[in-house]
């Protein structure tokens, strides 16, 4: 009878970012001069979904008790080759798209690699991966250009219906495809159960290494269909290191914002997907408000200064000062 | 009495770790439909007896019958996959899944791969309602339940993996007066439905209530089995000691008088932890605390010098209330404490430091006091120190992880006699050491209190108490159970009271052993 | 048991080697096979003149990395580098607009920006434990936020101040750039806090186990809050000098400071987890990470290429020295 308690609860993360998201879209689009329509959506949907992607990658490796720094720069990377490779026939282009998810997910696997059997940290390990994908970036593309099947980016980018933004039904795809079996497997359990209590999940003969390389594999999946979507939205390729840089650290804000804990084990994509749309939508909110959008920057951060802050009150409660230092 | 075929035995298992000898062809046999208690004082090889029953480490040698046939686990899994699970005391539940994610995590149902949740969650429902615990809902999270539900979670995880022999290592420590009936009940059930149940308790009264069968352990080996009931307190408390003496005691001296206490502890209480402990501790004289493992010692420790939060009571030193609220407050010059911690390798040394950071962290405030450190003075204090603990490194750059486990706690104590401390607390400074150097310790802390040092000393080692303390405070369930005074300190008084015997009874106690 | 075991090997080799660690050794041999490397390439690699241009544009990513290095030490990261490089030179260059005084003060004044940005790290990363590498890249954020509202969106327009420039490129004795001077001072001020000071100790003992320092009755906290600060000083102090070099601050140049400050504190055998670690080390990674810049600009190598390389240099070299112990 009580289930819905213990199912809120244990979803009170990802539901209070709804919650945010939800208020925050409702102030945006009250205030926007044309209002709650398809087109306000649209728009919004295209500029979420991107962080949204970034976000859900990051989501997977920050369970398993990690850190993916490189996230922004498998964006950049998959961006660069759907430039080269996502275009031409309709076969040409499916090709194109597999190979480049594939190399996606070749980026997280490597990553994973290095952090379980290299036994590295993964702060540096993916601050060194993130360089070595930010320079082949900018191998394929030196400066910004090539193109994307059009037809295709359209379709990714417009409406189904004329009502849905298809970018959000992609969106949704991937929660459903990746996200939701990945959660519910024996491996994606494990990873969980790695973040949340390593010792524990060693003891109870979980397959913590391949649930953990299985989520950074996939991390680098879920970056590479940001990255499909980034050569949508803007037809070229463009190796920009601000910007790489900027996903990355907007993706930690966003899993934040989403209620997953950066000390691991808790959480869930679906709350970082909301973040990320809570996080894009302050700056809509900026821009209504008639605020300088200089200021949008320092907005942001300060949000997520205060919002990694939130976590901290826990610390209030431990009674033995020795908890500090596990 | 003598069954066909008993259901498990073990026999001539011996293990040691390092020089230390943990089982000696001990033995021990389980039969179906029976609870069997296994009795024993601390480090009488209990917890590794039941660690190799459960495939958690491998015997050095002697053999392991199941249903007549040998058999090795080489691993928990393999353990639990020929029905022994054991109910560990130290949980291993993973705080941020549910409970049925949690009972289930061995071998979740599965569709199409993945986890079926609604299979899970029936199959964890049983489970739970079979351990008593049908008041559990299987999607909390386990973080969120107390830690006597978090025990019976444990429990229901264990019969979930529907186990033919059922170890329970102190299982019902942190469950409430109400959940060990439930428990009982259980165990009863389970025992009727033919499980051998293995059972580890230092409270007399549960194994009144619940054995079958008793088995007593005393330096790794089995002293003696005995159908429950047919000997007394007394006579099982005589069998578990007259434990074997290797050390050599200093003299005591006659009882400090009319020295006022250099420290006070009013009505300390700490969470459900600790409960209104009070006692004092003058110049001069070692204090011992007893009692079982676990029983709020550490914590008593790491309240006096500052580690805990939300303490309540006070504190006096020289008198006069303090508030100590870190470490550094409790080894200031006014208060002069030091402690040397229970675990030395993660809370006494920096294994990869040299001997000599090692030796002078704790003194640097004295060492530096401009902030850069006179390499003289340095020099000087730690050559006193080699001297007065001869403690024996090679060279004072090698780094502390490289000496010898005695060498090393020798060096934990050295650096806070650096600071001529006025009261020491030690927490178990001999375990895991060798006999020459716990000697050496016991010399050292009588001179120490001769020379007017006033010491509170926690050891899990009874014959220690007995040799080197003036006063014992017996710990139970977080409260001074009894105190007791020179000759009054017996291993015979020193058990009883730990195992809560002499006291006044609680509701299920009394019965006729 | 694996420690005892390596431990044991090292203590057959004589003292002078046992005292560098393996990672030192490797990173200046690493050092002279590039130069030897380069001076196939070209004769000029082996001449004072380039030498010494190399060692100038090692200063500013010496400073940088000192402290980076504190920071590492006590197994923590800083990776708000970039913005407090830009702050310290902004803030620098802002306070010169302002008169005599605002010139005077200028390079106090930028210092004390990149302070405040690192007392602000260490707040969040010693009082409310927040990770560092979280925390501090939440604050480099701010700064960017706050760089960015303070310029409106342009690049700054303050140019740097007459001792600004003279401490980046003039020489106050011939031939000795004052940058390298300015470094070997910064380098020499660590060594001796790392190596005799209580301070020093107590970072080596907190990256080793901060419970054991907390037990023994340090202030953790405290320190770890100095080292941040001190951390976001010398990172201000690198920008002022950058915008000395150029005459001028620039949005983003501090961009190009974080990966190489972290690889050659990590380079010269320092433990990403702290603890462990010398400041030879940390200069044998900086010239080693200058080196290789420069071969591979000379080269004609592009930005690229040198990316690509610091990172398989960064995880090969790390893939042999750098590895936690295997887990059971």
């Known amino acids: 009878m009580k289930d819905w308690r213990y199912w809120l609860s244990a979803q009170q993360g990802t539901l209070t970012a709804l919650v945010i998201f939800v208020l925050m879209f409702v102030i945006y689009t009250m205030n926007h001069p044309a209002g709650f329509s398809a087109n306000v959506v649209q728009t919004a949907a295209n500029k979420g979904v991107l962080l949204a992607f970034v976000a859900m990658a990051q989501t997977m490796v920050v369970i398993t008790g990690g850190i993916d720094l490189s996230v922004g720069m498998i964006l950049l990377l998959t961006n660069c080759l759907a430039s080269w490779l996502v275009i031409g026939t309709p076969f040409e282009t499916a090709l194109g798209v597999i190979a480049v998810l594939a190399v996606g997910a070749l980026c997280g696997a490597i990553n994973g690699a290095i952090v379980i059997y290299g036994r590295l940290q993964p702060i540096v390990t993916t601050i060194a991966t993130g360089a070595v994908y930010f320079g082949i970036a900018l191998l394929l593309r030196p400066f910004p250009g090539g193109s994307v099947n059009e037809d295709l980016a359209d379709a990714m980018t417009g409406r189904v219906f004329d009502m849905i933004p298809s970018s959000l039904i992609g969106l949704a795809v991937v929660v459903l495809v990746i996200w939701v079996p990945y959660s519910r497997s024996v491996y994606g359990r494990a990873a969980y159960a790695a973040g949340s209590s390593e010792t524990a999940a060693y003891m109870s003969g979980m397959p913590i290494r391949r649930g953990k390389f299985l989520s950074y594999t996939l991390a680098g999946l879920i970056a590479a269909v940001g990255g499909l979507f980034l050569t949508f939205f803007t037809y070229t390729g463009d190796a920009a290191l601000a910007s790489g840089n900027a996903y990355t650290l907007f993706s930690i804000a966003a899993v934040v914002l989403g209620g997953v804990s950066l000390f691991g084990g808790k959480g869930s994509a679906i709350g970082a997907v909301f973040g990320a749309l809570a996080f894009r939508t302050i700056g809509d909110l900026l821009f209504v408000f008639d605020f300088d959008p200089i200021w949008q920057p320092l907005f942001q951060g300060l949000i997520l200064l205060v919002a990694v802050s939130i976590g901290a009150f826990a610390l209030i409660r431990v009674r033995n000062r020795l908890e500090w230092f596990l | ?513 | 048991m694996s420690d005892t075991a390596t431990v044991r090997m090292t203590d057959r080799m004589p003292a002078f080697i046992r005292r560098l660690d393996r990672a030192v050794l490797i990173a200046f041999a690493c050092i002279i096979l590039l130069l030897v490397l380069g001076s196939l390439y070209s004769s000029s690699f082996l001449s004072p003149e380039y030498l010494l241009q190399q060692l100038k544009v090692a200063s500013f990513l010496g400073v940088i990395a000192t402290g980076m290095m504190l920071v590492i030490l006590l197994g923590q990261i800083d990776l708000s580098v970039p913005w407090v490089v830009s702050t310290g030179a902004m803030m620098a260059c802002a306070a010169a607009a302002y008169g005599d005084i605002g010139v005077a003060l200028a390079i106090p004044f930028g210092i004390l920006c990149g302070v405040a940005i690192g007392i602000l790290n260490g707040l969040g990363v010693a009082y409310l434990r927040i990770p560092s590498m979280i925390m501090t890249l939440a604050t480099n954020a701010v700064a960017q936020g706050a760089m960015v509202v303070y310029t409106g969106g342009f690049s700054p327009q303050d140019s740097a101040t007459l001792t600004m420039r003279y401490l980046a490129t003039g020489a106050l004795i011939p031939g000795l750039p004052n940058v390298v001077i300015i470094w070997a001072l910064v380098g020499a001020g660590m060594v001796f806090v790392l190596t005799r000071t209580s301070f020093g100790r107590c970072v080596y003992g907190i990256g080793n186990r901060e419970r054991a320092a907390y037990l023994s009755g340090i202030n953790t906290r405290r320190i770890v809050m100095i080292a941040f600060a001190v951390s976001g000083g010398l990172s201000a102090l690198g920008g002022i000098l950058l915008a000395g070099y150029a005459s001028k601050a620039a949005q983003s140049m501090g961009d190009a400071y974080l990966l190489p400050a972290i690889a050659a504190v990590v380079l010269g055998g320092t433990s990403i987890v702290g603890g462990r670690g010398s400041y030879l080390g940390t200069i044998a990674g900086v010239i080693l990470i200058t080196l290789l810049q420069s071969i591979l600009s000379v080269m004609q190598m592009p930005e690229a290429g040198r990316q690509i390389i610091y990172g398989l240099v960064i995880i090969s070299m790390l893939l042999l020295y750098g590895r936690n112990p295997a887990s059971r």
Request: proline share 5%; charged share 25%.
């Open chain 2, 1 to 513: 009495m003598q069954d066909p075929e008993p259901l498990f035995r073990m026999e001539g298992i011996s293990k040691r770790y390092g020089g230390v000898r943990a089982l000696e062809q001990a033995e021990l046999t389980l039969r179906e439909g029976r609870i069997h208690a296994l009795l024993g004082e601390n480090g009488a090889g209990k917890s590794t007896l039941i660690k190799i029953m459960a495939g958690v480490v491998a015997p050095d040698q002697g053999n392991m019958l199941l249903d007549g046939r040998p058999v090795s686990f080489p691993s928990p899994a393999a353990a639990s996959e020929a029905g022994v699970v054991c109910v560990f005391q130290e949980l291993s539940l993973i705080p941020e899944l549910s409970v049925a994610d949690n009972i289930m995590i061995f071998n979740p149902p599965t569709r199409y791969g993945l986890i079926d949740r609604r299979a899970q969650r029936r199959v964890a429902e049983e489970a739970l309602a079979s351990a008593g615990a049908g008041d559990i809902h299987p999607l909390a999270l386990v973080k969120d339940l107390p830690l006597s539900r978090r025990q019976m979670v444990e429990i229901a995880k264990a019969l979930a993996r529907k186990p033919r022999i059922l170890i329970l290592d102190e299982a019902t420590s942190a469950l409430t007066a109400a959940d060990v009936t439930k428990v009982f009940q259980v165990l009863k059930r389970l025992r009727s439905e033919g499980l051998a149940l293995l059972y580890i308790s230092h409270r007399m009264n549960e194994i009144a209530e619940l054995a079958d069968d008793c088995t007593v352990f005393r330096n790794g080996s089995k002293v003696a089995s005995y159908p429950a009931g047919s000997k007394s307190d007394e006579e099982v408390i005589e069998m578990m000691i007259g434990r074997e003496y290797h050390s050599v005691y200093p003299p005591k001296p006659d009882a400090v008088k009319d020295v006022k206490p250099v420290l006070e502890a009013r009505n300390l209480s700490w969470g459900d932890r600790l409960h209104d402990i009070s006692f004092s501790l003058k110049p001069g004289e070692i204090v011992g605390l007893g009692g079982l493992d676990g029983q709020g010692q550490r914590e008593l420790l790491l309240s006096l010098f500052g580690v805990l939060r939300d303490l309540r009571g006070s504190i006096l030193i020289d008198g006069k209330p303090v508030r100590i609220d870190s470490p550094g407050a409790a080894r200031s010059h006014d208060i002069g404490m030091a402690l040397i911690p229970e675990d030395r390798k993660t809370e006494g040394l920096m294994l990869p430091m040299t001997v000599r950071e090692n030796l002078s962290f704790a003194a640097l405030d004295q060492l530096a006091p401009s902030g850069i450190i006179d390499g003289k003075k340095e020099q000087g204090l730690i050559d006193g120190m080699m001297t007065l603990l001869s403690i024996k490194a090679g060279n004072l750059d090698v780094a502390v992880g490289t000496l010898s486990g005695g060498n090393q706690q020798k060096v934990v104590i050295a650096k806070w006699l650096m600071r001529n401390p006025r009261i020491v607390l030690l927490n178990d400074p001999t375990r895991g050491i060798d006999v020459g150097t716990k000697q050496e310790i016991y010399q050292l802390l009588r001179r120490l209190a001769q020379q007017g040092a006033a010491i509170l000393f926690y050891s899990t080692d009874y014959a220690e108490l007995i040799g080197c303390c003036d006063k014992v405070l017996v710990l139970y369930d977080g409260a001074v159970k009894r105190e007791l005074v020179g000759a009054e300190i017996t291993e015979h008084a020193l058990l009883a009271s730990a195992l809560n015997i002499s006291e006044a009874p609680k509701p299920l106690q009394g019965r006729a052993l």
